[in-house]
């Protein structure tokens, strides 16, 4: 499921890219905007944005989403022209006029409305249909037992051509960070498309500010080109072409040789980068945090004093300067240090790399016996990070038996989670897919979240309620208080340690003067040629 590589994912966009190894033409060095961007991508495996897991690069530049928030934490509107309520519970959504898809037919509330309904229905099996789990109606279309009974969410409702309003389950005061770029199980899809997906799907129809020329293929280049009749901000590019790849290290050597001009790396790439790249490093922060979790049913780490003083035992710094280059963030919070009102610090003591402290918390609460595994997915660009802290946990705490494990596989690695198998902490992350810590929280930290399984199935009502009271703020800043008061009852209870804040790494030809970034990702629409 999505979600779950989200969670497990390495700091890195460029670890989840399992990226079909084909090369791009060579690029010149003195073209300009009109010449595509050769972009380097993860094989894409769906153009419907409800149901898509690897296509965002190429999804996010054909379609525009509701609002954006910008570099400075604000936020504004993009196809929406508004996004209004006054209980946080029922918001009017006013589209901009004269929006329009890439055959030119206008975007309307009906188009949105329709698309959500299809991607929430249960039966339609969508992978992003939970990005409207908090639209009344929901639980309906997708009952946990039995079929369901509706196949229209009860919440939506057209007011006209260009208005149409959202009863949530509850008030929601973040809902317009909901509605940006990475929930792209909020695109609209043109009237018709629905009628006939696969149809659709081979030459996709999208809003946003690039359309692609000639359909697409999962292992050929994929041209894009600016929108002629984009009503938004005009593209700074003319054109971009999509490269998929299945091996990132032909991808760098290619973008070394000039012929690809972005490539998302590992952050245990970043040193190497910097010497073969120079300036052409670009570190964007972004919405994810990286977590080691913990069989919380396990009688081995059901005191919270194992859990603390193994996190004071990982000396966060020396491991982001030796395995990431310093390009990662050590985490002082449950959220990226780029959320809107992270509370940085709120970890306190227990984020801090203290190993006499660390080793006495553990003796005061009986030691820890029996062999002890450092879970993590082989081939992931992940082992260099697991070494490290095994031999830490060794060194700092007497653990003679910590061992770094891989799992063959994804799939192996999150079967042995699921199954309660795993002997020691585990690899687990969370990427947002909307910059706000309610995502996070939820997800994670809450027991029907998508990630919980990353903390080990935590559970506790009263931060439930916390989160729920946050949402539901009178305004902005009061949520961003609530989230921190979330995050600090949480922290009582330390189920799972914060390792670092994400910022996802990307490498480009002479061509690119400038990367911009919509949460981690790249902006392509807003990409700079150099002169």
Known sequence: MH??????????????LTLTGCSAGSADDSADAAE??????????????????????????????????????????????????????????TLRDGWTFHDGTPVTAQDYVDTWNYAAYGPNAWVNGAQ?????????????????????????????????????????????????????????????????????????????PFQLVDGWSATDPIDAVAYEDFAGDEPTIDAVTFVPYLDTATAYTDALA?????????????????????????????????????????????????????????????????????????????TAPSMPGDPAGICGEFCEFDPAAAKALLDEAGGLNGELQVHFIANWGQ?????????????????????????????????????????????????ALYPSQQNTLTAVFTPTGEGNFGAGGYNNPEVVELLQAANAAPDLEGSLDGYAAVQELILQDFPTVPLFGNRYLYVTSDRIAELHTNSGAVDVAEIVVAD
Do not use: C
Not at 296 to 312: E, K, N
């Open 3 to 16: 979600s779950k590589a989200r969670l497990v994912a390495a700091a890195s966009a460029a670890v989840a």
């Open 36 to 93: 595509p961007i050769q972009y380097a991508v993860e094989e894409p495996d769906s153009m419907v944005p409800g149901n898509q897991f690897g296509s965002y690069a190429i999804l996010e530049t054909i379609f525009s989403p509701l609002t954006e928030i910008s570099e400075d934490g604000e936020i504004g509107y993009v196809a929406a022209d508004s996004v209004e309520s006054d209980d946080a519970k029922t918001w009017t959504i």
């Open 132 to 208: 409207l789990a908090n639209v009344v109606g929901y639980a309906e279309m997708n009952p946990t037992e039995g079929e369901a009974t509706v196949t229209e969410l009860a919440g939506l409702t057209v007011v006209d051509d260009l208005t149409f309003t959202v009863e949530l389950v509850a008030p929601d005061r973040q809902y317009p960070l909901q509605l940006t770029i990475g929930q792209t199980g909020l695109y609209p899809l043109p009237d018709g498309a629905l009628e006939d997906l696969e149809a659709w799907e081979a030459s996709p129809i999208g809003n946003g």
């Open 258 to 334: 000039g012929e690809i001009d972005i490539v998302a790396i590992a952050g245990s790439q970043a040193e190497q980068a910097r010497g073969d790249f120079g300036d052409h490093v670009h570190e964007l922060d972004a919405p994810g945090v990286d977590f080691l979790g913990f069989d919380l049913g396990d009688p081995r780490f059901a005191d919270v004093r194992v859990r603390q003083a193994i996190s004071m035992a990982i000396d966060r710094d020396a491991i982001n300067d030796a395995v990431f280059g310093g390009s990662q963030v050590p985490a002082t919070s449950l």
């Open 383 to 431: 082992e260099d990070l697991f070494e490290a802290i095994a031999n830490q946990l060794r060194q700092n705490l007497g653990i003679e038996s910590a061992v770094a494990s891989p799992s063959a596989d994804f799939a192996a690695f999150t079967d042995m989670i699921a199954q309660g198998a795993a002997n020691g902490p585990f690899r687990a992350r969370w990427g």
